[in-house]
């Protein structure tokens, strides 16, 4: 599996917009670019993901760079409930074998919400 | 609430002995997966299944073993356990399926406290 890297942690005050980058300079044609999220004593949560162009949804937004060799996961006000660890994964929807869809984790960045 | 439900979600036994963990995946999803977390190791692939198949492994021990029934519940069986294998186990499921892309929703994890 392509590696991603993140910062180790990340600090934002409430209702303040949150950029939260990720590398991927190995990314293959066929990875797509997952977020997942989780929340002290909870399972992963999905946030958003995306292939190519940035995306949109009632959590976050995704902006993928043209090269797509880096992402940022974008949180337009951040609030106490978004204090999580962040994951950004990548995943080969089209791999057979052993990968299948599985999502690796790495260590994520931990974003603390200040009130 | 995810809709993947997990049993029992807390579990102290003692080194040497066997447990199951169960899972009961979303309504439609054929895929299950299962993660352990622990502080040091983070959460770690374990194994996934596709409509009662085995699909991927990862870092499993040669002590767990896990199975998917024909109604798709999934069980994970945990034996000769050890200190070392305290830790949440989370259960995953999607649609599944190579190339779907579809969304892994994870459940809220049984906790395994070996004394």
């Known amino acids: 599996d392509a590696k991603t890297t993140q910062p180790n942690s990340m600090e934002s005050n409430e209702e303040e917009p949150v950029h939260l980058p990720c590398n991927h300079s190995t990314i293959s044609g066929t990875d797509y670019i997952h977020w997942y999220r989780q929340l002290p004593s909870q399972g992963p949560e999905y946030v958003i993901h995306?292939?190519?162009s940035n995306v949109n949804n009632r959590m976050a937004s995704l902006a993928i760079a043209e090269d797509r060799k880096s992402s940022t996961l974008i949180l337009h006000r951040a609030t106490l409930r978004d204090a999580a660890v962040y994951y950004c994964?990548?995943?080969?929807?089209?791999?057979?074998?052993?990968?299948?869809?599985?999502?690796?984790f790495g260590q994520g960045t931990i974003l603390t919400v200040h009130p | 609430d995810s809709g993947v439900t997990q049993t029992p979600k807390h579990l102290i036994t003692a080194t040497g002995q066997r447990v199951t963990l169960r899972c009961s995946p979303r309504?439609?999803?054929?895929?299950v997966y299962w993660y352990q977390q622990s502080l040091d190791q983070g959460l770690q692939f374990l194994i996934q299944?596709?409509?009662?198949?085995?699909?991927a492994k990862g870092n499993i021990l040669e002590r767990f073993s896990a199975q998917q029934f024909p109604d798709l519940h999934s069980e994970l069986n945990l034996s000769s356990l050890e200190l070392g294998d305290s830790a949440l186990y989370f259960c995953a499921s999607s649609l599944g399926g190579r190339g779907t892309g579809n969304t892994i929703y994870f459940g809220e994890g049984s906790w395994l406290t070996v004394v």
């Open positions: 995306g292939l190519t």
């Open positions: 299944y596709y409509n009662g198949e085995e699909r």
């Open positions: 309504s439609g999803d054929l895929s």
């Open positions: 994964i990548l995943r080969d929807l089209n791999a057979g074998g052993t990968s299948y869809g599985k999502l690796t």
